[in-house]
């Protein structure tokens, strides 16, 4: 069972940037992409960069709604993530030919993938750099996280069908709060 996430940890589920599926939904329709190039800005409020090619479905809403939701899977959607990667939302519904559930957000329209162990509602606060390089800046404004997955092993892209696995989890002494 999922429950609400302190913003200020939110900076916790991304570093070091794990491959997330970014959900956006407009006019009744909703889009799920797969997403490597994105990194924490900002701790308090938690804000994150990310680059969404225009060539992809989901530029055009993203830039039009300003909201999406970052889905951070585990290693167990591994072939659904590789197949979202490959397909584009303006021929198929990815949520229905990759078995995904779509969960209702509470602060925006698109929608969170239940089978994600995280999800992060954002909105777009920064398009100064969209026209030359793509890239938004998000604030996450609710952040959602499966308690139950105690070491989730998230994926990492390391090029052409190549994915690194989390490994071991370790806490050391620290001064961050």
Known sequence: MKRSLALSRVYQLLEPGPVVLLTTARDGRSNVMAMSW???LEFAPPLVGCVVSNRNASFATLKATQECVINIPTDDL???????GNTSGRDIDKFATFGLTRQKA???TAPR????YANLECRVVDTRMVTAY???VLEVVKAWLDRSCAHPRTLHHQ???TFGITGETITLPSAMP
């Open 113 to 116: 993938i239940a089978e994600c």
């Open 106 to 108: 509470s602060k925006v």
């Open 134 to 136: 793509n890239f938004f």
């Open 78 to 84: 591994a072939t659904q993530v590789v197949g979202i």
């Open 159 to 161: 090029g052409w069908g």
């Open 38 to 40: 994105l990194t924490m």
